[in-house]
């Protein structure tokens, strides 16, 4: 217990005394607010922070991630001079190299996206790995890459340093003082209470690493972490180890190498890891480490071996067998939670920690300072998950390949295999005995395709032309030819009611929202950047109630989103019915003809046009039918309440029967909404993006007389001539080239950017792709037209064509003809 006197009051309270905790006390307090208190319940870094091997690597497949570790290493670098106390930051740069071709077209991919990211980086042969990296073997390589930026550095001294900065800026650290309490009155915090006293504070940010969890389930907080056990060990001196020695990672190996005294720290990522702690991390688990496990840790050592044969004749000094927390998706867990008013969380670092503390540090001290985050965190919001996903047992065995995820392949559509199934769909079962295909999203087990005759049974990974490729080209036609019937039920669905409703909803959304009755409106919610919340469709059901309808993976972040920005005198209420209702699409020139068979409704255009919506009666179910398209056909989404969706499923397929109707799943829509240009939230469009780059000027009503959130900022940027970043479709003239998302634009030779997302178009005949263009003196229609554009796949150059507008039948879904 600490007897030193502990303040009355704070500006804010940080819980946890690790690197990431030391980098939010630091940043909050160079931001300005000095009255800052960090409590560590032993000494600082005592948790898992001490025992980190201390690795630096600035590659991440987000943008977003990749900014904050650049962050980090400039901070390492500097943060000496201002505090006197050393980092350790040592910029000897990295190596990653590939033993299968597949290993190496990542790493080609992965270069390419660094380059656009302004992170210096260069393809190697094996040869020259072996030059910068001289005990390697280097016969079973294919080649590497070179990083001269990343580093490494002292995880102790780095958080010392970091905590001399914050108390240099006037933030006051305490250790030996545990926080037993956060005490919340009338869902507001009040206090936080420690053996050592109580302190009066209105925030808390929770930084308390493997503890995170339990101390915020008190408060009925999700922070979905689970600990795993990581493993190195530290040899002894080996010949030829010198001190600048680069980090080596060979992923296919699973392992990473860097040097320590002459020796090596040899860690890694096993596949299938060892949870640890699911009852619960003892008391006094100070500067403390697990027993050495050389089973679990085999694979890692003979891999090791093969990449360093001296390693069979070297003694192992140490064994650090030390536990950390892991996230479902091996991403950290930053931001407000969603479930209490100014109680935030930086946890779960999935043996990142060291390398992303003084990004992630920085960008939640701007969190906390700004009420909102500053840039796109979307990757790292603890908003993407929800309640669920707090399971301790779903924990448990999804952590076990959470871990494995750093070093595995990061094939195009990727799924996890763990703690699944975990949200069924009322259909599951049916579409799994007719040959479906699973992946997953916020937990839903979606249909990706269908195994017909064509195509492979089973997932297979691969960046060329997939197995599946045939298959889903069949639900993709039918869709544009007859019927596809898609279930999308796991789309959010949030409930809006009250007689304020409309106003607050006005207030959120850049769309008009005061339409009639039976209108439904796409639009955005904008952030006060004017960049992108969410992007939704709202169907005005009643006078005072809305029913929107929002992105599978962000409910959580849009409910959170629109409570937060209710006035608490509005009389308005917004209800999460997303389990309630599933959503059956029927998409495609057939549509009309096949819901006709089953109501009495009226489908015609005049009756029933593009973006309303009816409650109409289907066979022995009243649903919700909205006709609005995303993969720009006619077509309706039904909502269906949950209970009735097996019976309207049966009469649908029974009535498409002799209309072409097939079941259709996620690769075809993918593929279908690309080929129309129809962004997605989460690819395209972000909180750093606006209307106007995005394409999307037409969902924004400048003129409506509400003040939307967003509103000044787009008014201030106009609507300018040119624009200096626009969302562009690009189709691939190679119908064999296979684009997947992340690939590098180049106009001329010269990169501009980067596709964001990429599917194949069955309908254009190639690859299609949107892709974030930027260009200092505008994307301009000039600019498009005259260019010679290419996408970079892995190395090689594929000639692409740009269009502002979509070359598939721009208006279709709006103007098909009454049959
Ligand atoms: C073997 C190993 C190797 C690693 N190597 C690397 C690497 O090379 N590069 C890299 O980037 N990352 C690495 N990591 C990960 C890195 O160590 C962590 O991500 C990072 O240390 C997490 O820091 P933290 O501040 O979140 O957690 P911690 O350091 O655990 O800090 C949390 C603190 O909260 C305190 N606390 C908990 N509850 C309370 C309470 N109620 N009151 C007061 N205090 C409380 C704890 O005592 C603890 O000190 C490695 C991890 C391991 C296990």
Partial sequence: MNQSTIPAHA???????????????????????????????????????????????????????????????????????????????????????????????????????????????????????????????????????????????????????????????GARILERTK????????????????????????????????????????????????????????????????????????????????????????????????????????????????????????????NAIIRVPQLADSGVRKFYNGPESFTPDNNFLLGEAPELQNYFVGAGFNSMGIASAGGAGKALAEWIVTGAPTLDLWPVDIRRFAGFNNNPNWLHDRVKETLGLHYAMPWPNRELETARPLRRSPLYDRLAQKGARFGSKMGWERVNWFAGQCGSAEMSYTFQRPDW???????????????????????????????????????????????????????????????????LTVLRLAEDRFLVITGSAQPVRDLDWINRHTPEAAHATVTDMTSAWSV?????????????????????????????????????ANVLANRMSYVGELGWELIVPMEMTVGVYEDLMRAGADEGLV?????????????????????????????????????????????????????????????????????????QAMAWGGEAVLRNGVEIGEVRSAAYGHTLGGSVGLALVQQETGVTDEFLADGTFEIDLAGTRVQAIAHRRTPYDPRSERVKQDD
């Fill in 584 to 620: 059956l699409a029927v998409m495609g020139p057939n549509s009309r003809r096949i819901l006709k068979k089953l109501t009495g409704a009226n489908l015609t255009n005049a009756a029933f046009p593009f973006a309303s919506v009816r409650e109409i009666d289907l066979g022995y």
């Fill in 469 to 535: 490729h045939e298959a889903v080209g069949r639900e993709h036609r039918a869709a544009r030819e007859t019927a596809a019937l898609f279930d999308q039920t796991s789309f959010g669905k949030l409930l809006v009611q009250g007689k304020d409703a409309c106003a607050v909803l006005d207030r959120l959304c850049a769309g008009g929202m005061d339409v009639p009755v039976g209108r439904s409106v796409y639009t955005g919610m904008l952030n006060e950047r004017g960049g992108y919340e969410s992007d």
């Fill in 11 to 169: 500006r804010a309270v940080i819980i946890g005394g690790g690197v990431i905790g030391c980098s939010v006390a630091y940043h909050l307090a160079k931001l300005g607010w000095r009255d800052v208190v960090l409590l560590e319940q032993g000494q600082l870094s005592c948790g898992t922070t001490w025992h980190a091997a201390g690795l630096v690597g600035q590659l991440r497949s987000q943008v977003s991630m990749t900014g904050l570790i650049r962050y980090s290493t400039e901070l390492y670098a500097n943060l000496e001079t201002e505090t006197g106390l050393a980092t350790g930051w040592q910029n000897c740069g990295s190596l990653a190299v590939a033993r299968t071709d597949d290993r190496m077209t990542v790493l080609r991919r992965m270069a390419a996206s660094a380059r656009a990211q302004g992170v210096d980086v260069e393809v190697i042969s094996a040869a020259e790995a072996g030059d910068k990296w001289p005990i390697m073997a280097l016969d079973d390589l294919k080649g590497g890459i070179w990083l001269p930026g990343d580093g490494k550095a002292n995880p102790t001294d780095l958080t010392q340093s970091l905590a001399k900065g914050a108390r240099n800026y």
């Fill in 663 to 735: 079941d259709a799943g996620y690769y075809a829509l993918e593929g279908l909404r690309i080929e129309k240009g129809h962004r997605a939230w989460g690819r395209e469009l972000g909180p750093d993006l606006n209307p106007f780059e995005a394409g999307l000027s037409f969902a924004v009503d400048m003129n409506k007389p509400v003040q939307f959130i967003g509103r000044a900022a787009l008014s201030e940027i106009g609507r300018p001539r040119f624009l200096k970043r626009r969302i562009v479709q690009f189709v691939l003239t190679d119908p």
């Fill in 179 to 302: 926080v037993t309490e956060i005490v919340v009155e009338n869902r507001r915090i009040k206090a936080v209470t420690t053996d050592a006293g109580t302190i009066k504070t209105e925030i808390i940010v929770n930084c308390a690493g493997q503890w995170a969890r339990t101390l915020g389930l008190r408060n009925g907080v999700n922070i979905p972490l689970h600990s795993a056990e990581h493993m190195y060990v530290v040899t002894e001196k080996i010949e030829g180890v010198q001190p600048d020695l680069p980090v080596l990672r060979d992923p296919d190996g699973y392992i990473y190498f860097k040097e320590e005294v002459g020796g090596l720290v040899m860690g890694g990522f096993e596949p299938d890891a060892k949870p640890w702690a699911r009852d619960g991390i003892p008391e006094d688990f100070e500067f403390a480490l697990l027993p050495d496990d050389w089973d679990q840790f085999e694979i890692l050592m003979h």
